[in-house]
């Protein structure tokens, strides 16, 4: 296990990329943030802060669960968790930011696009992530991404937030994960 | 695997209390769904569902088609007298010949009690009951129980609910009592005295054969349809007779809580079992049992239509 980004690191990141989000849209005017549940509430209403910090008020923030336009849908878990999706106002002619942790094969992105669109017709949708990584299966790209980083197959990313912040760190694909909603390990 | 899938759902039996609620709380995303601008997801697209309904029913064969179409599966509904089975054909060969189609889920309401089990059976598909006879009726006790949850919170322990009416002949009331008792409601049922079961004691519910006494102190107000072509018969004399010792109305309301929530299945015979006033008052949550319905039985597809041998568990990942 190593630390791939600390607290003060992703802090510093989101700052930076918020900056880039407000420039790239005049301001933010029609920003709209939507998380991709789970691991994207964290790093979205972070990034909703400090984007508020820098233009007075915060984008409205929602967020998406894509399991029900996931392509593996139908080969469901025994009793599957479905979160509610919560989209806090039209998305018709919006900027649309989807915030996820980590961008993998890109499937939950497609996903998540496919589900956007049926709240409505955005005049546009961009990708923040946090951690861009090696492995995509399909051709998706990220907007706006804090770091990218070639894993290891034998290597996975887990994104997690604790009393302290928001942490990467690359661990062992053998090592158990951290159930949704566990409590997060305090991380020196 | 830690927990089972439901496959079938023939009955609550077929429920534990961790099932349930697992299937209360998937419906709750599925709630979602039905109030946005595109109600629709792509989750069964490629799944087909057959609605076969050897009894007339206009509101669940509809809450089951819209709960099928609105997860992208192609539904299809075969009615009783434009089936086969009015030539002659056994449920059997119709269980085939569906079978043999790929049906991916059978929705089935049959008036013989037991019907969805013989169906589940014979299928290689998903079999769902949605009325046998006078046996069940699981997702309508899965949408009053979804419908309670919504006003009076997640915790049922304590929460006192009386159902009320034509209990002996009624299959809602049946898996109504055996859900909430899972669920740990208090219930009690009322009726006259003709209409209530032989066996009503292996319910585990308080058993009335007045009204008044089931009304008092209840937070949740469930009454149940009379059936008409039950009238004449020695069970029952007359609707107004009926209507006016167990019809719900304001002055017997005031026995229940002041916050207590009504409750019927429908489709409601107005002046009987429940008057004007109550039907379309304050107190009733009898819509939001229509709009519960649909996201319930989303679920309840959703969980019937999955693949079989592809489930990930815990263990997989």
């Known amino acids: 296990m190593r630390t791939l980004l600390d607290p003060e690191s992703v ?3 989101l700052r930076r990329m918020a900056g880039e989000i407000v420039e790239r849209h005049a301001g933010a005017p029609d920003l709209v943030l939507v998380a991709i549940r789970r691991g994207g509430i964290a790093m979205a209403s972070a990034l909703s802060h400090w984007l508020g910090e820098l233009e007075q008020h915060s984008p409205p923030l929602g967020s998406l669960d894509i399991t029900l336009y996931r392509d593996d849908a139908a080969t469901a878990l025994p009793n599957p968790r479905i979160g509610a999706s919560q989209i806090p106002c039209s998305l018709d002619g919006r900027h649309v930011i989807l915030v996820d942790d980590v961008l993998y094969t890109g499937r939950t992105v497609r996903a998540a696009i496919d589900a956007l669109m049926d709240y409505g017709r955005p005049r546009l949708i961009e990708l923040a992530v946090l951690v861009d990584r090696n492995g995509r299966e399909l051709p998706i790209q990220a907007n706006y991404v804090l770091k990218t980083e070639t894993v290891k197959p034998n290597e996975r990313i887990d994104v997690f937030e604790n009393s302290a912040g928001i942490h990467a760190l690359i661990q062992d694909k053998a090592s158990p994960t951290i159930p949704p909603g566990a409590p997060r390990p305090e991380v020196p | 695997m830690t927990q089972e899938r439901i496959r079938h759902l023939l009955g609550i039996d077929d429920l534990n209390r961790e099932t349930a609620e697992g299937l209360l709380d998937l419906a709750e995303s599925f709630l979602e769904v039905s109030r946005r601008p595109v109600r629709k997801v792509p989750a069964l697209r490629g799944k087909t569902i057959i609605n076969v309904f050897f009894e007339a029913s206009t509101r669940t064969r509809t809450s089951f088609e819209l709960a099928g179409k609105r997860l992208s599966a192609d539904v299809v509904n075969i009615g009783g007298s434009s089936s086969s089975t009015s030539k002659g054909e056994t449920l059997r060969d119709t269980v085939n010949t569906l079978d043999a189609m790929h049906a991916d889920v059978i929705v089935i309401r049959h008036a013989a009690s037991g019907a969805a089990h013989y169906v589940a059976r014979h299928a290689r598909a998903g079999v769902v009951n949605a009325g046998d006879g006078m046996h069940e009726h699981p997702t309508q006790a899965l949408l ?12 049922f322990r304590g929460m006192k609910v009386a159902i009320c009416g034509d209990i002996a002949h009624s299959r809602v009331a049946r898996s109504n009592a055996l859900l909430l008792r899972m669920l740990g409601a208090d219930v009690a049922l009322a009726g006259p005295r ?10 585990g519910c308080r058993v009335y054969d007045r009204l008044e006494p089931a009304l008092e102190g209840a937070d949740v107000v469930m009454m149940l349809r009379i059936q008409r072509e039950r009238l004449g018969a020695p069970l029952l004399p007359a609707l107004r007779e009926y209507a006016r010792y167990f019809g719900l109305n304001a002055a017997r309301l005031k026995l229940a809580q002041p916050d207590a929530i009504v409750m019927h299945p429908g489709p409601m015979n107005r002046g009987v079992e429940i008057s004007e006033e109550i039907a379309d008052g304050k107190h009733s949550v009898i819509l939001n049992q229509v ?5 319930v039985r989303m679920a309840v597809l959703y969980l019937a239509a999955s693949e079989p041998g592809e489930i990930a568990t815990p263990s997989d990942s």
């Open chain 1, 11 to 13: 802090a510093r990141g």
């Open chain 2, 144 to 155: 009053d129980s979804f419908t309670i949850r919504q006003s009076k919170g997640r915790d």
């Open chain 2, 194 to 203: 003709t209409l209530l079961p032989r066996a009503i004691d292996s319910l």
């Open chain 2, 291 to 295: 709009e519960a319905g649909v996201a």
